[in-house]
């Protein structure tokens, strides 16, 4: 799938709220490019379903690439892990 730079923004956008929506979470809000993940209402779990559905929308894993100390903490840095590998 080829996914035009500002459409990758609003599907990862997308796949949080479907699975925020999934697992009940409750403080999910308007996520904004400084939101800090970690502080997002989403846990570990749910941003591992996160990253699978995004996997299999797009087509590729860029974590399996990263160092494990180079992971987003912020929604921009993941949308900028996204758009890396455009």
Do not use: W
Not at 30 to 35: A, F, L, P, Q, R
Not at 65 to 77: A, G, I, N, V, Y
């Amino acid at each position: 799938m080829t996914i035009r730079d500002y459409q990758l923004e609003a599907l990862i956008r997308d796949v949080m709220d479907e699975v925020a929506a999934e697992t009940s979470c409750e403080e999910l809000g308007v996520i904004e490019h400084n939101t800090v993940l970690s502080e997002s209402g989403l846990d570990s779990l749910s941003f591992a379903m996160v990253i699978a559905r995004l996997e299999e929308r797009l087509g590729y894993d860029p974590f399996s690439r990263l160092p494990k100390d180079q992971f987003p903490h912020t929604f921009s840095e993941l949308v900028a892990t996204y758009r890396r590998e455009l």
